[in-house]
């Protein structure tokens, strides 16, 4: 029997793909219609028009608020945390952080739950579906896609949800499938929303533009709880949520950089044990392949490299690892430090960190004069090793600073 996925009843249905919905619990609608436009539910009426423009923009904001709430919703017998809110409190983040951040736990009725709740707030299917939060599968039938996860929104410069990311629970709740393919499979630790799919509208933001300020330096981070915990400690911190940024990210941050004037950039990935493993070489022989320095490391200096040829004064803070296997931003500020002052004051140009000599090779002479003379920079020479190095990053600092007071 067909029946309203909300309350059960079997009369008086509407149907959303292979999913039902009764007229008592639908959204309600005015029945006369002025000719005027509607305005889009859940948008700021004050707000710049462009921020109405997609449509999965209005019902994601909505739904973010709605994993917010359910933070005291109890985690199954045997979690790590009696609740999400346990949870991010372990994590070191105080209740200011977890109300700014907006952050949420997607629970296991969330496709019943968060589906009536995003009609009941007048949103279309497609509006609901551009979201990414749910599939319409080729049977009709709708799924969540996220189920038994913590949901770590993205925000704007007006701390408005724009994308998010889930992690799984420890242990992995059951409802979890979030990156599985079969009933073997573990869930993802981190999925994010997919925008590869047609119906889905959202984009992947940088995470964390919203903390950089004017004329301040600028933190640059491996994961997004590390960039979480540094904006707590009091510094614009922004994250590519993996080792190095996309070519396109790469654009969009140096423009937000330019644009605001910021005087120094610090990358300070995660300090992690290099890997080995077993490959075949071209003569069929078995070889040992041992990485010098991790993948946070290798990531690090080519974003400082990059940074640096676009004008900027980027360093490269390593964090302390005794003997263990990682350490990583958010792990050194939750438990070891307030203050990342001693890291930043050791941070070095890229090009002088060992990592450096496995990423990339030197920019060629006449690319590096011609990006010190863009900069304001003069007589600039790539020869000499590290100290030349340095020069032309103080030359090229010099040049960006002439250019910001200027404007």
């Known amino acids: 029997m067909t029946e309203c996925f909300k309350c059960g009843e079997s009369d008086d249905l509407e149907q959303i793909g292979r999913t039902h919905i009764c007229s008592a619990c639908a959204p309600e609608t005015d029945t006369e219609d002025d000719g005027s436009d509607a305005e889009t539910p859940g948008a700021d009426p004050n707000g710049p028009a462009s921020t109405a423009a997609e449509p999965g923009d209005g019902a994601l904001p909505t739904a973010i608020e709605w994993f917010h709430q359910q933070l005291d919703r109890p985690l199954p017998d045997g979690a790590e945390y009696d609740t999400p809110r346990d949870y991010y409190h372990g994590r070191g983040w105080v209740d200011e952080t977890i109300k700014t951040k907006r952050l949420g736990y997607a629970p296991d009725d969330t496709r019943d739950q968060l589906l009536a709740y995003l009609f ?96 301040e330096p600028v933190l640059i981070t491996e994961g997004i709880a590390d960039a979480i915990t540094a904006h707590q400690a009091g510094y614009a911190c922004v994250s590519p949520v993996t080792t190095s940024f996309k070519k396109t990210d790469r654009e969009r941050l140096v423009e937000v950089l330019e644009t605001r004037c910021v005087p120094r950039v610090y990358i300070i990935q995660d300090a992690e044990r290099a890997t080995s493993d077993v490959v075949a070489d071209r003569d069929g022989w078995d070889a040992l392949n041992v990485e010098q320095h991790g993948e946070g490391a290798k990531g690090a200096v080519r974003t400082a490299e990059y940074l640096t040829t676009r004008g900027f004064d980027a360093r490269v803070g390593t964090l302390p690892r005794p003997g263990l296997d990682k350490v990583d931003l958010d792990d050194y500020l939750g438990e070891w430090a307030d203050t990342l002052a001693p890291v930043l004051a050791g941070a070095k140009p890229g090009d002088e960190r060992p990592a450096y000599a496995e990423t990339a090779p030197s920019p060629s002479p006449s690319t590096s004069a011609s990006v010190a003379e863009s900069w304001g920079g003069s007589e600039a020479s790539s020869s000499g090793g590290s100290g030349a190095s340095s020069r032309r990053n103080s030359r090229l600092w010099i040049g960006f600073r002439e250019n910001c007071s200027s404007t």
């Open 120 to 215: 009941g707030e007048g949103f279309t299917r497609d509006e609901i579906l551009s979201t990414g939060l749910f599939r319409e599968w080729d049977d009709g039938n709708i799924s969540a896609t996220w189920s038994g996860r913590f949901v770590l929104p993205y925000l704007d410069g007006d701390e408005t949800p724009r994308f998010a990311i889930s992690r799984r629970t420890t242990p992995a709740h059951p409802e979890d499938w979030a990156g599985r393919y079969d009933d073997d499979d573990d869930p993802a630790k981190y999925h994010k929303l997919p925008v590869s799919r047609e119906e889905v509208t959202v984009e992947e933001p940088i995470f964390g533009l919203d903390t950089v300020r004017e004329g």
